[in-house]
């Protein structure tokens, strides 16, 4: 279905999105890797699902909290590949804290990192999308994005903040053919909610196990884990046609979360 496009997700050398990027190479799509550590694992992993396809795989290793090497990763992603048809920007860090206790440079991190650079990245391949008459900007933001936890006041106003430039980004671009939305996770076994299944498992004395059910069920009514495997497949559907008109939302993916 994606034959010949071009995606790029920021954050993709693990989790949520890993799974996005492996989901849209199995559609064909050639693909921008960006992120932190081992590369040369999740390239071959993304190859390998792209290879009935053929798709080509890149990688960029900016630092999303800073805007002049996110310019160069999209100028990068342009000369590798003509320009980006789909960015996905899921690249994000976590610190819990209280409010009066919250580290400022955390604070601003988290703002940069899970907010400021998605603004960044869409600003800059929004003309090629618009020049092109197509293009899908996927948010990942999370539940956080619409609900509140204590303890995440940089996280949830970042999200928030995600969910806000995915509906002005929709509105300006509503009359075209490109879309913006926001997919939103519950809990998603990923190494950042790993550390958080270690520390509730020290604090009580806990199993693995039994701390991952203590997490999921102060919030999950499902009691399961979304997956990232799951998130990519939403993420394929925005991609589809069966979506040219869904514009603006903010997909929870969350086993019932907000629903309570």
């Known amino acids: 279905m994606l034959k010949g496009k071009t995606a790029l997700v920021t954050g993709s050398t693990s989790g949520?999105?890993?799974?996005i990027a492996l989901a849209l190479a199995r559609q064909g799509a050639n693909i921008v890797l960006n992120g932190?550590?081992?590369?040369?694992?999740?390239?071959?992993?993304?190859?390998?699902?792209?290879?009935?396809?053929?798709?080509?795989?890149a990688y960029h290793g900016a630092d999303m909290s800073k805007p002049a090497e996110i310019e160069d990763m999209l100028k990068y992603a342009a000369s590798q590949f003509g320009r980006v048809d789909i960015l996905?920007?899921?690249?994000?860090?976590?610190?819990?804290?209280?409010?009066?206790?919250?580290?400022?440079?955390?604070?601003?991190?988290?703002?940069?990192?899970?907010?400021?650079?998605?603004?960044?990245?869409?600003?800059?391949?929004?003309?090629?999308?618009?020049?092109?008459?197509?293009?899908?900007?996927?948010?990942?933001?999370?539940?956080?994005?619409?609900?509140?936890?204590?303890?995440?006041?940089?996280?949830?106003?970042a999200k928030h903040g995600i969910v806000g430039l995915t509906k002005v980004t929709a509105l300006e671009t509503a009359t075209t053919g490109v879309t913006c939305n926001a997919i939103c996770?519950?809990?998603?076994?990923?190494?950042?909610?790993?550390?958080?299944?270690?520390?509730?498992?020290a604090e009580h004395g806990l199993s693995n196990e039994d701390a991952k059910k203590l997490l999921l069920g102060e919030k999950e009514p499902?009691?399961?884990?979304?997956?990232?495997?799951?998130?990519?497949?939403?993420?394929?559907?925005?991609?589809?046609?069966?979506?040219?008109?869904?514009?603006?939302?903010?997909?929870?993916?969350?086993?019932?979360?907000?629903?309570?």
């Open 16 to 19: 949520i999105g890993l799974g």
């Open 36 to 57: 932190f550590g081992d590369v040369d694992g999740p390239r071959s992993q993304v190859l390998a699902a792209g290879s009935a396809s053929d798709v080509r795989v």
């Open 88 to 157: 996905v920007n899921n690249a994000g860090i976590q610190h819990v804290a209280s409010v009066q206790d919250f580290p400022a440079e955390k604070w601003d991190a988290i703002i940069a990192i899970n907010l400021t650079s998605a603004f960044h990245t869409s600003r800059l391949a929004l003309p090629g999308m618009l020049a092109a008459g197509w293009g899908r900007i996927i948010n990942v933001a999370s539940v956080h994005g619409l609900v509140g936890s204590a303890q995440k006041s940089a996280y949830v106003a």
């Open 185 to 201: 996770p519950g809990w998603v076994l990923t190494p950042l909610v790993q550390k958080q299944v270690d520390a509730k498992a």
């Open 222 to 260: 499902s009691m399961q884990f979304t997956t990232p495997e799951e998130l990519g497949e939403l993420a394929v559907f925005f991609c589809s046609p069966a979506a040219n008109n869904v514009r603006g939302v903010a997909w929870n993916m969350d086993g019932g979360w907000t629903a309570q």
